[in-house]
């Protein structure tokens, strides 16, 4: 009984040191390989192309919110950019874009025609009606919510107007000109039509134009914007066919309202083909107060989670609770959530296994397997490339080599692949070198962008994966 005792002692000590085992260090389990089986990180991943999103001038980020949001973004009237026919004005916008650009992040932003929050009487200019563009009015009294608007007498353009289209499109092709292409810039939103530009006349009890007509809003745009990547905001059911058009022009969705009147499914149509948008119906504290921020349903519908929003939708990007004051309260008090989606928004790549031979030969082609996971909720969508670097002993990268078979762009979310790359330094000095692997976007140079979700030491973006020999 004593030695039986004494045996299952011997394998609870066994299984408890087994559990103890880290993965953060490669491992030699077969001769002459390293094998490799990185820790994941629980930390937020800031990366370009995807994330939250912070709201006006950059000055008013608080630095923990600056440091996480990837983006910045900011909505402006029509009346201000052209306030005399052909007359443009475009410091406001270069200046937010070149403040964000200041501290490393891109900038998106929309031009409205209508606004229920502006000051402005004439958001779309005046001297559009005075050469003959019909408008309504509509007065704004006692709104209940602050997403409504200010009270206040507010202008209404007559949407479909044959002379209002006329104009808007030259207007939208001097927009073109001017920004089409520009490399600090993710997307520029379709905001010609509807309160906000969002698509839609709430609360301005009017009309609303066909979709026969709002589709001629969506085509001014596709035709003056070339390069620059398009959004289109969606929600309206009446409107449902002419996402669907968006889409198929190479038009991304964004839906503002997630958490209030959205569960975020609205823009699920854009997934594997372009990114999709989320903003909060509004600031996190208003909704945290309706009970909205915790899936509490109002009389009308109203009330989603976050993480149910994301996890329908699958966005690419997502509004921090606009960013400032508010984005840093959100954080502050979600703190575990946020970092949690944050690695969930877009795309998220980790190394779960490598495997690759501790001697690597100069005339012969090497091998190195590589097991990718895509843990975001969708595709990365711009062109980034696998290479794989040898660093010496001074931290210098002597040369490096594409991968050719460990593609970004096919790794789906939520899946797993294994490619076996090949290695051929021939060109490399006989020695020790380090192994290291980085994704690189096209204007990287030797720093790759793309971070990792993984905890290896990494130098300028290059994540080592363990010595080897050349000879």
């Not at 993710?186 to 839609?200: K, P, T």
């Not at 501790?358 to 490339?385: A, C, D, H």
Request: aromatic share 12%; net charge positive.
């Amino acid at each position: 009984m004593k030695h039986i005792n004494n045996y299952f002692r011997l394998i609870l000590l066994l299984f408890l040191f087994l559990l103890k085992i880290p993965t953060v260090k490669a491992q030699e389990t077969i001769p002459n390989l390293t094998v490799l089986q990185p820790k994941l990180t629980q930390r937020a991943v800031v990366n370009p192309g995807k994330g939250w999103v912070g709201y006006g001038s950059v000055k008013k980020q608080p630095k923990e919110v600056l440091e996480l949001i990837s983006l910045g973004y900011n909505r402006y009237i029509w009346g201000t950019i052209e306030p005399k026919e052909g007359v443009y004005d475009w410091s406001i916008i270069d200046k937010d874009l070149s403040e964000w650009a200041d501290k490393g992040k891109k900038f998106s932003f929309g031009i409205m025609c209508a606004s229920t929050h502006s000051k402005e009487f004439w958001t779309t200019p005046k001297w559009v009606f005075d050469a003959g563009a019909k408008y309504e009015t509509f007065n704004l009294d006692n709104p209940k919510l602050i997403t409504t608007g200010i009270p206040g007498l507010k202008l209404v353009p007559v949407f479909d107007d044959s002379i209002f289209m006329q104009k808007l499109k030259v207007f939208i092709k001097a927009l073109a000109k001017r920004y089409d292409g520009n490399p600090n810039i993710a997307f520029i939103d379709i905001r010609s039509y509807g309160n906000w530009g969002e698509g839609h006349m709430y609360p301005f009890n009017k009309l609303e134009i066909t979709a026969e007509k709002y589709l001629e809003h969506v085509k001014i745009y596709r035709d003056a914007f070339q390069k620059t990547l398009l959004q289109l905001p969606a929600g309206k059911k009446e409107y449902l066919s002419v996402c669907q058009q968006a889409v198929s022009m190479g038009i991304g969705l964004r839906r503002d309202g997630i958490c209030g009147n959205s569960n975020g499914s609205d823009v699920a149509s854009c997934d594997g083909k372009m990114p999709g948008v989320f903003e909060f119906y509004g600031v996190y504290e208003m909704m945290e107060n309706l009970g909205w921020w915790y899936g509490k349903k109002d009389n009308q519908g109203r009330g989603f989670t976050l993480e149910s929003c994301i996890e329908k939708g699958k966005p690419t990007y997502c509004d921090l609770s606009r960013g400032g004051d508010s984005g840093l309260l959100l954080l502050k008090k979600e703190p575990e959530l946020i970092q949690k989606l944050n690695n969930r928004l877009g795309y998220h790549f980790v190394i779960n296994k490598a495997v690759f031979p501790n001697t690597l030969s100069k005339n012969i082609i090497s091998s190195i397997s590589m097991t990718w996971e895509n843990r975001g909720i969708t595709q990365i969508y711009f062109p980034v490339r696998v290479v794989y670097a040898l660093i010496s002993s001074e931290g210098k990268i002597v040369s490096t080599y594409d991968a050719d078979v460990s593609h970004p762009a096919e790794w789906k979310s939520d899946h797993q692949i294994t490619s076996t790359d090949q290695l051929n330094f021939k060109s490399v000095s006989k020695g020790k070198y380090m192994l290291a692997v980085g994704i690189l976007q096209p204007n990287d140079g030797e720093k790759p962008s793309v971070k990792l979700g993984v905890e290896l030491k990494n130098e300028n973006g290059w994540y080592q994966l363990g010595q080897v020999v050349l000879n």
